[in-house]
């Protein structure tokens, strides 16, 4: 009889170190997703830097070297540095990416002042064209052919992360860009 009433209390005593355990490890773990979504036009503001997407529209067609057709997708934004520092725009680029449900393209062509990018001069503002590639096969397996999203490098916003993630948080931000690709 002892040395069952024992094996149960050892039963229980490691179920609650397993749930404190549990609790502890768990307690500081982002519960809710947050995502800011924005339209073509509209004024969206990082951390020292604001941007407008201009517009989005289709630039080139062509074959790729396996015959796939490609096409070329063109995102014009202005960024607009709002601190008294110089800012750089390198993580705008190099982490932004062109969404359509599940697939995704990161790498993209930038036109623009390659001085202004990496030393953008307080107040003042300079012009992006993002040219991304999308392979028109991928297009069918995606939901909506027509509906796209940039997403803005989380780089350009880490302080509105932080900020966020002190509130257990996960934060993003998008641009819904329309248009027709097929």
Known sequence: ?????TVHIVIILIFVLC???YY???KNVPEKYVI???VVGQDILL?????TVK???EVQRNKAYD???QIGCMIEILAKNNSQNTVSLVPLIEESKLSSGVYYQDYCNVDTDPNKVSQLLPNSET???FTYVIYKDVLKYTKNKKEFKFYMGKGTYENQIKDRLSKLQIYGKYVELRGDLE
Request: net charge positive.
């Open 67 to 69: 015959g796939d057709d």
């Open 127 to 129: 012009n992006l064209t």
């Open 36 to 38: 800011d979504r924005y």
């Open 47 to 51: 951390d020292d830097v604001s941007i």
């Open 24 to 26: 502890f490890l768990n």
């Open 1 to 5: 009889m002892r040395k069952k009433y």
């Open 55 to 57: 517009s989005f529209k």
């Open 19 to 21: 749930s404190i355990r």
